[in-house]
Structure formats: C-alpha cells, structure tokens
C-alpha cells in the first residue's frame, strides 16, 4: 500500500515563525497549486492568532462548506475562539501543525484530545 502524500508532511517543526498558517500555505501551494498570502502572526500569542484568523482579508477567498473535501482549510477552537487551522485529509481527519509537535495528522475523534473542535470548514474559491 502507497502512502498517503501528507506523510512527506509529518514532522515539519513548528516554530513562532513557521506557524499553522505558514504550513497550511506551504501544503496548499505545493500539492494544491493555490497561493495564498502569508499572515504574520505571534505563534506563541493565541489571542493574536485568534484576532488575525477573525480579521485576516484573507477570508474572503474561502467558503464554508458541510463536508469538507481533501484539500479544504480546516478552522480549529479551543474553547469558543477560532485559533488553529489546518487541512482535511480525506482519511477523515487533519493535517496541521501544533506548538511543540511539528505537523500531524489527526483524526477527527482523537483533535478533542489536543483540546480542539472543528468550528467550520472552507474551500478556496478566489485568488
């Protein structure tokens, strides 16, 4: 059995300078072909993250969707706050990269045991 493309992923060092948007926007150009700005944030700051992911322009370009396809952003909370984000693997979980582990995939049972939910969904519709 191949392994999934998201394998050559697992591992990458998260750093304040390398967040969870800075890898999203690294897998999406690469495998995806889609381009998106890089939004500088405090990595270490979750009130920063939570602001700038609110906030960002960047919005704009995405739409939420009921069922995410491989590929889709993934908007992640702790608590009510949107803070993390990351990308839907069609092996029903995400693929993202967390403060003191690097990049991961985690399925979606198991982002509760890393304090997360799912609080939507987004497929890129616009450069």
């Known amino acids: 059995m ?3 493309w998201a394998s050559t992923y697992i591992g990458r060092p998260w750093s304040r ?14 495998r995806f072909g ?6 500088e944030i405090d990595g270490a700051d979750p ?3 939570r602001r700038e992911l609110s906030n960002s322009v960047e919005r704009r370009g995405w739409v939420a969707v009921a069922t995410p396809a491989e590929g889709d952003g993934v908007m ?6 949107p803070c993390h984000v990351g990308i839907w693997l069609s092996l029903g979980g995400v693929l ?5 582990a690097g990049a991961i995939f985690t399925p979606t049972a ?5 304090g997360y939910s799912i ?9």
């Not at 889609?34 to 939004?39: G, Q, R, S, T, Y």
């Not at 198991?110 to 890393?114: K, M, T």
């Open 76 to 81: 992640m909370a702790k608590g009510a706050m």
């Open 110 to 114: 198991r982002l509760a045991d890393l």
């Open 34 to 39: 889609i381009a998106v700005p890089l939004i």
């Open 47 to 49: 009130r920063a993250t």
């Open 96 to 100: 993202h990269c967390v403060e003191g």
């Open 17 to 30: 300078s390398f967040t969870c948007w800075h890898f999203c926007a690294l897998v999406w150009q690469e």
């Open 119 to 127: 609080c939507g969904t987004y497929r890129r519709v616009a450069a």
């Open 2 to 4: 191949t392994a999934h």
